[in-house]
């Protein structure tokens, strides 16, 4: 299963290109390490540690396939780490059942292709509950440690990873366990529940005090989901783009949970109830509590719920593992296996949450014709980023040229703290008086990424348009997926 999911994985890892948050996560992990600490502390604290982890990844490599390999390699040891739970909780066959359907997950393919957290976030999360598992059952030092400090690296790899500890928190305090456990040993493990907690609240205290101190402004463009945006999310965490895997899902779901019968709304059960409420906690409490509190702030995003994945996947095997003929299993499985493969094509070439830009495409447009004298400005400071990349790898490629004199592109007026990227060059907005000082260049190329829908442009770009339009008459546009490029000319 770990080669098969490696293969799978691996398979056309470059096939899309990047996209702006991919751009995000290189740049970060290539500033020096004083702006990197300022950057962390002032405004993305959040996956942490997946920035310093990529800044250990790129001292060996940079391009795009060997960036994105982190990622793969992170996805692939998560296989076993959900054969662990699994098997936790049930028998080999459930856990070999959960570990087929993970290993082919098109969900999990998706994020496993992508140079962000969400591989690291899956993998700890995945260790996370299984330590607690193991806690539960075998009381120990050991196990103790092992979830505190997985949880805390699940926190730092995604601040999400709260909801999980939340979920947590609510299977044994509002569960409770003791169906399935004398009172001695439970007593232990709520003593050493407590203490991995309180341990777990002084290790992300400091990310704690950084949301008091950026508040919700760096998710300010996560939208009210709806009833569809929820259903949209399961049926792509099954791992599919249409409904039959989805529905096929919740059938054996529904298989699994059935020997429980009313007995799965009560508290204090047998273990074998108790393992059902668990996974349909973890499956379903982070969602409902992010689109309960998306009514007062949105905060749903379905990415940020992939740590439920595992709950899934084990929760359909207990299903499938009903079915006491070979037959019958081995049919049932196959089916889900190809409907999964149709989803793992689809994210070949396509994204679930369709939410790639051409950042890098617009910015090697403007690398390629630029002409010398030329300026460029960026509508938001980010929106260098991808610019950055660009011409760190047209410079590596023309290093050996015997024309190359160290100039890529045309001179940034904005965002500019220095030669290489600052961390104050991650936000901010260009003025008025900085653009008219543009007038000293032939020609200003322009970036706009996230202006506002066409037709109504934020105030940035309305400002923008005007006071360049008075140095520089003549205007060309070009248009790429959620990105616009202009070039500002006087004759």
């Given at each position: 299963?770990?080669?098969?999911?490696?293969?799978?994985?691996?398979?056309?890892?470059?096939?899309?290109?990047?996209?702006?948050?991919?751009?995000?996560?290189?740049?970060?992990?290539?500033?020096?390490?004083?702006?990197?600490?300022?950057?962390?502390?002032?405004?993305?604290?959040?996956?942490?540690?997946?920035?310093?982890?990529?800044?250990?990844?790129?001292?060996?490599?940079?391009?795009?396939?060997?960036?994105?390999?982190?990622?793969?390699?992170?996805?692939?040891?998560?296989?076993?780490?959900?054969?662990?739970?699994?098997?936790?909780?049930?028998?080999?066959?459930?856990?070999?059942?959960?570990?087929?359907?993970?290993?082919?997950?098109?969900?999990?393919?998706?994020?496993?292709?992508?140079?962000?957290?969400?591989?690291?976030?899956?993998?700890?999360a995945t260790l996370s509950s299984?330590?607690?598992?193991?806690?539960?059952?075998?009381?120990?030092?050991?196990?103790?440690?092992?979830?505190?400090?997985?949880?805390?690296?699940?926190?730092?790899?995604?601040?999400?990873?709260?909801?999980?500890?939340?979920?947590?928190?609510?299977?044994?305090?509002?569960?409770?366990?003791?169906?399935?456990?004398?009172?001695?040993?439970?007593?232990?493990?709520?003593?050493?529940?407590?203490?991995?907690?309180?341990?777990?609240?002084?290790?992300?205290?400091?990310?704690?005090?950084?949301?008091?101190?950026?508040?919700?402004?760096?998710?300010?463009?996560?939208?009210?989901?709806?009833?569809?945006?929820?259903?949209?999310?399961?049926?792509?965490?099954?791992?599919?783009?249409?409904?039959?895997?989805?529905?096929?899902?919740?059938?054996?779901?529904?298989?699994?949970?059935?020997?429980?019968?009313?007995?799965?709304?009560?508290?204090?059960?047998?273990?074998?109830?108790?393992?059902?409420?668990?996974?349909?906690?973890?499956?379903?409490?982070?969602?409902?509590?992010?689109?309960?509190?998306?009514?007062?702030?949105?905060?749903?995003?379905?990415?940020?719920?992939?740590?439920?994945?595992?709950?899934?996947?084990?929760?359909?095997?207990?299903?499938?593992?009903?079915?006491?003929?070979?037959?019958?299993?081995?049919?049932?499985?196959?089916?889900?296996?190809?409907?999964?493969?149709?989803?793992?094509?689809?994210?070949?070439?396509?994204?679930?949450?369709?939410?790639?830009?051409?950042?890098?495409?617009?910015?090697?447009?403007?690398?390629?014709?630029?002409?010398?004298?030329?300026?460029?400005?960026?509508h938001i400071a980010e929106t260098?980023?991808?610019?950055?990349?660009?011409?760190?790898?047209?410079?590596?490629?023309?290093?050996?040229?015997?024309?190359?004199?160290?100039?890529?592109?045309?001179?940034?007026?904005?965002?500019?703290?220095?030669?290489?990227?600052?961390?104050?060059?991650?936000?901010?907005?260009?003025?008025?008086?900085?653009?008219?000082?543009?007038?000293?260049?032939?020609?200003?190329?322009v970036m706009l990424m996230n202006?506002?829908?066409?037709?109504?442009?934020?105030?940035?770009?309305?400002?923008?348009?005007?006071?360049?339009?008075?140095?520089?008459?003549?205007?060309?546009?070009?248009?790429?997926?959620?990105?616009?490029?202009?070039?500002?000319?006087?004759?």
């Open positions: 299963m770990v080669a098969a999911g490696a293969v799978v994985r691996f398979l056309f890892l470059t096939h899309k290109p990047f996209w702006f948050d991919e751009y995000f996560s290189a740049e970060v992990a290539r500033i020096t390490w004083g702006n990197f600490l300022h950057l962390l502390w002032w405004r993305e604290a959040n996956m942490s540690l997946y920035y310093v982890l990529l800044r250990l990844w790129m001292e060996f490599g940079q391009s795009e396939f060997y960036i994105r390999s982190l990622s793969v390699a992170i996805s692939v040891a998560t296989i076993p780490a959900v054969y662990w739970v699994a098997r936790q909780l049930f028998d080999k066959r459930v856990a070999l059942i959960a570990t087929a359907l993970f290993t082919f997950n098109a969900y999990s393919v998706r994020y496993a292709q992508e140079a962000r957290s969400y591989a690291l976030f899956l993998l700890l299984g330590f607690l598992i193991a806690l539960a059952r075998e009381p120990g030092r050991r196990n103790q440690i092992g979830y505190a400090l997985v949880s805390v690296l699940a926190v730092y790899a995604h601040l999400y990873a709260l909801l999980l500890l939340a979920t947590h928190w609510v299977a044994f305090r509002w569960l409770g366990n003791r169906g399935w456990s004398d009172d001695p040993s439970r007593t232990q493990v709520s003593v050493q529940l407590r203490r991995a907690w309180i341990t777990i609240g002084i290790a992300v205290f400091p990310l704690l005090v950084f949301v008091a101190k950026t508040g919700a402004g760096p998710i300010r463009w996560i939208h009210r989901p709806g009833l569809r945006d929820v259903l949209t999310f399961y049926a792509h965490l099954a791992g599919s783009n249409t409904w039959p895997l989805l529905a096929a899902c919740a059938v054996a779901s529904v298989a699994a949970i059935i020997p429980a019968g009313r007995q799965l709304w009560a508290r204090d059960q047998s273990w074998e109830t108790w393992r059902s409420q668990f996974l349909l906690l973890w499956l379903f409490f982070p969602v409902a509590l992010t689109v309960l509190l998306s009514f007062a702030r949105p905060v749903f995003l379905g990415r940020y719920m992939i740590f439920g994945l595992p709950a899934l996947v084990i929760l359909v095997s207990a299903g499938l593992s009903r079915l006491r003929r070979a037959w019958m299993l081995a049919v049932a499985l196959l089916g889900m296996l190809l409907l999964c493969s149709q989803g793992i094509f689809f994210v070949y070439g396509n994204d679930f949450d369709n939410e790639r830009d051409a950042s890098g495409a617009a910015a090697s447009f403007i690398v390629d014709q630029a002409a010398g004298g030329d300026a460029v400005v960026f260098r980023i991808p610019y950055e990349f660009v011409r760190s790898e047209r410079a590596g490629e023309n290093t050996a040229s015997p024309g190359f004199k160290g100039q890529i592109g045309p001179e940034i007026l904005f965002p500019h703290h220095g030669a290489g990227l600052d961390y104050r060059d991650f936000t901010g907005k260009p003025t008025a008086e900085l653009l008219r000082t543009a007038s000293t260049h032939p020609r200003v190329w202006n506002g829908p066409a037709g109504s442009p934020d105030p940035t770009t309305v400002m923008l348009t005007r006071v360049l339009a008075d140095s520089f008459p003549k205007v060309k546009i070009w248009q790429f997926p959620k990105v616009e490029v202009r070039l500002y000319a006087e004759k």
